[in-house]
Nanobody
Framework: QVQLVESGGGLVQPGGSLRLACKAS????????MGWYRQVLGKEREVVAE???????IYADSVKGRFTISRYDADNTVYLQMNSLKPEDTATYYC?????????????????????WGQGTLVTVSE
C-alpha cells in the first residue's frame, strides 16, 4: 500500500502564490515520477507539471514560467510552487505518483508497478 497526503490548497487573490505538497509513504521500492494534475468540474483532468526520476520535468503551457515543481527523494515529497495565480487556475489539484512497490519478501527488490492518486486539494483564485 502507498498513501499520499496532500496539503497547501486554499483561497488566494489573483497574482498571489500558493505551494502544494504531496508526501508518499508506505511500501515503496522506488518512485519513477511524481506530478500534479488538475480538474475542473465537467472537464477532463489535465497535467500541470510532472517530474521523473531522472529530473526531467514537463509543464502545461498555461503554467510555464509561473509554476515550479520540485521533488525531494529523501522523503518522497513533491511540491508545486504556484506564483502569479490567475482565476483560470482555479481547480482541484491532484498528486500522482508512479513507481514500484516493495516485493512481498522485502524492500531490497521491486514488486508490482503502481500508480496512485491523492485525494485532491482545492485551489481557488478569486478576489
Amino acid at each position: 500500500q502507498v498513501q499520499l497526503v496532500e496539503s497547501g490548497g486554499g483561497l488566494v487573490q489573483p497574482g498571489g502564490s500558493l505551494r502544494l505538497a504531496c508526501k508518499a509513504s508506505g511500501s515503496i521500492y522506488t518512485i519513477n515520477a511524481m506530478g500534479w494534475y488538475r480538474q475542473v468540474l465537467g472537464k477532463e483532468r489535465e497535467v500541470v507539471a510532472e517530474r521523473n526520476l531522472g529530473g526531467g520535468t514537463i509543464y502545461a503551457d498555461s503554467v510555464k514560467g509561473r509554476f515550479t515543481i520540485s521533488r525531494y527523494d529523501a522523503d518522497n515529497t513533491v511540491y508545486l510552487q504556484m506564483n502569479s495565480l490567475k482565476p483560470e487556475d482555479t481547480a482541484t489539484y491532484y498528486c500522482r505518483v508512479v513507481g514500484y512497490y516493495c516485493s512481498v519478501y522485502n524492500c531490497d527488490r521491486p514488486g508490482p508497478h503502481f500508480e496512485e492518486w491523492g485525494q485532491g486539494t482545492l485551489v481557488t483564485v478569486s478576489e
